[in-house]
């Protein structure tokens, strides 16, 4: 689950981490009042969206000559002049595609006198099995590029979960900053703090980018971007309470109610898989015949009828979807309820999209005797590539 900027900022500053004032707003009628509560000389006006890459993105609404998503504003009657013109718009960024992201928070913060920007991030490093920090003198930059074109100016330093961030680890990411003075002080503490944030909350990815040395050598978090393990919230209900269900696909909150594994994509072919792995093979090879899928659906190893109903439904929701590609391999999931449920499903939204269906696995023929008697207008397919060739040419002719 990601959250805001803002929100993010909250809850590392829980723990103690050195943020900057601000407001945030989801109104225009709390512009005056989020303006005012902040001293001024500089009010920083930034759009609140899941997607990063907000200060070079633009509006839609605005033309490419209008300014990026996070402004910098040095009186009140600017402040208020960017608010108006920013809420409400499509914000498009390289992270949104072209659809863009509506902008309906903003975050309103004090000004910082930066003397350097640099990048940190903590992560699960699935090579190492260790939560690690990722760190570099180069803030304020896309870090991919970073990687690609100066790889040695990236630091990696894993923490070992039994210890913890110790003083040698928070020394080591002080030296790769290159913090020096009250700076680094501030630094090492902080270190220590972010990872205790990013386990105690169980987050998936923390990104401070930039992480900056003001002026006066003091270190803050100027921006930040947190995920969390979706499987632990639970634990969390205070996190819960921060999702924002406007910045959802609504097929993927509707899945979310069924535990359904449902990434929207833009193709034309809808997916119905168990198992994520057998998933992208599906994926891949329906684009191996020239068409693409429409979605990612997992629907898990003990799905019930109701729940393969409801994956059927969240689907042919998608008005992209030209046709279906049901593909089971039954292990714990037994291919009878697999066809119960796309019976099920396809009366119910009364289907007029090609289905291909290919079952394997446990009670397999059960499963095909349920669809051969069903009346349904299917096309049965005896493996992956088969059913793969079938249902590009049905969609495509």
């Known amino acids: 689950m990601n959250i805001h900027e803002y929100q993010a900022k909250q809850v590392l500053k829980g723990f103690g981490a050195p943020v900057a004032n601000g407001v945030a707003l989801t109104s225009l009628d709390q512009a005056e009042a989020a303006v005012d509560a902040l001293p001024g000389p500089v009010w920083v006006v930034k759009s609140q969206i899941h997607a990063g890459g907000r200060g070079k993105g633009k509006f839609k609404e605005l033309g490419d000559d209008a300014k990026g998503g996070v402004r910098v504003s040095f009186s009140r009657e600017e402040a208020l002049a960017n608010i108006h013109e920013m809420f409400g718009k499509t914000l498009v960024t ?53 990687a690609h074109d100066t790889p040695e100016k990236i630091t990696t330093i894993g923490i070992t979960a039994s210890t913890g961030c110790t003083d040698q680890d928070a020394a080591a990411l002080a030296d790769a900053l290159a913090l020096d003075g009250s700076a680094r002080d501030q630094g090492m503490a902080l270190f220590k703090t972010l990872y205790t944030a990013f386990t105690e909350k169980d987050m998936s990815l923390l990104e401070i980018n930039p992480l900056i040395v003001t002026t006066s050598n003091d270190v803050q978090v100027l921006d930040a971007k947190v995920s969390f393990d979706g499987n632990a919230l639970f634990r969390h209900p205070d996190i819960m309470e921060l999702r924002d269900l406007t910045e959802e ?73 030209k046709g279906i590609l049901v593909n089971i391999f039954g292990g714990i999931m037994r291919c009878d309820v697999i066809a119960e449920g796309v019976v099920q499903a396809a009366k119910d939204v009364q289907l007029t ?26 096309i049965p397919a005896n493996d992956l590539d088969d059913a793969a060739q079938k249902i590009v040419k049905a969609v495509k002719g």
């Open 94 to 146: 390289n992270q949104t595609g072209e659809s863009g992201k509506q902008v309906n928070r903003l975050y309103i913060e004090d000004g910082a006198d930066i003397d350097r920007e640099l990048y940190l991030s903590i992560l699960v490093d699935r090579e190492t099995g260790k939560v690690s920090f990722v760190v570099s003198t180069e803030g304020g930059m896309d870090i991919e590029t970073v």
């Open 249 to 321: 696909d609504e097929k993927e909150i509707e899945a979310s109610k069924y535990d359904l594994a449902y990434i929207a994509l833009d193709g034309e072919i809808g997916c119905m898989v168990n198992g994520a792995g057998l998933a992208m093979a599906t994926m891949d090879i329906i684009k191996l015949y020239g068409a693409e899928p429409a979605n990612f659906l997992d629907v898990g190893g003990g799905a019930t009828t109701e729940k393969v109903t409801a994956a059927f439904k969240i689907i042919t929701a998608d008005d992209n979807v």
């Open 353 to 378: 999209v090609p289905l291909v269906v290919r079952l394997e696995g446990t009670r397999v023929e059960e499963g095909k005797a349920i669809l051969a008697e069903s009346g349904l207008n299917l």
